[in-house]
Structure formats: C-alpha cells, structure tokens
C-alpha cells in the first residue's frame, strides 16, 4: 500500500483552502530501466474530493502528471470540523482515501 494522502484544510473567510499531496509514482510507460526495458504504465486516473460526503472535486488525470501530485483548490460552504475525504484510483485499480478534518 502507498503512504497516506497528506491532506492540509484551513478554513480562510467563508471557503477552505485545500492542499493535497498523493504519494504515487506517476509512471509514463515510456521511460526505460537500465536494461533497456520499458518500465510499464502506473499513473493516477482519477480524483475525488468529497465534503462531509459530498463530492466538491473530480479530475481525470493522465501519464503527463508529475510523480507524487499535488492539488490545491478551495471549496466554499465549509466549516471547521467538517470532514474531507479525498480519494485517487490508479490504472492497475489501486485506490486509496483519505481524511481530513478542517481546522
């Protein structure tokens, strides 16, 4: 299993600043190990951020994503003690969430 998302929700004025970093590492397919042999495909297909159950973010992302991604993105209507739970799906079917509690 991968390490945790680490997930940091600050609640500024009426929305919540989000910052999100997923530890995966993002192979292209493309590059090669050092016998010349293509390393396979692994990358993060999707993403969802969800507020006390309820999804306020869904990306679709590709080999082009640097490894280890970080997201930013604020979500209004938040307050402290809500909960985020943001969960990524890779192309092998790996899947992990992960939750935070805005402050």
Known sequence: MTEPTKIQ???KGDAVEVR???AHAMETGQRKDAAG???PAHFI???TASLNGKPVLQAQ???AISRNPYFGFRV???RAGD???VTWTDNK???RTDEATIA
Do not use: P
Request: aromatic share 0%; charged share 25%; no cysteine.
């Open 37 to 39: 042999k293509t390393l």
């Open 61 to 63: 992302l590709g080999t």
């Open 83 to 85: 909960k985020l739970a």
């Open 9 to 11: 929700a600050e609640l």
């Open 45 to 47: 297909q999707s993403v």
């Open 76 to 78: 209004k209507g938040a």
């Open 93 to 95: 079917g790996e899947s």
């Open 20 to 22: 999100v970093r997923m």
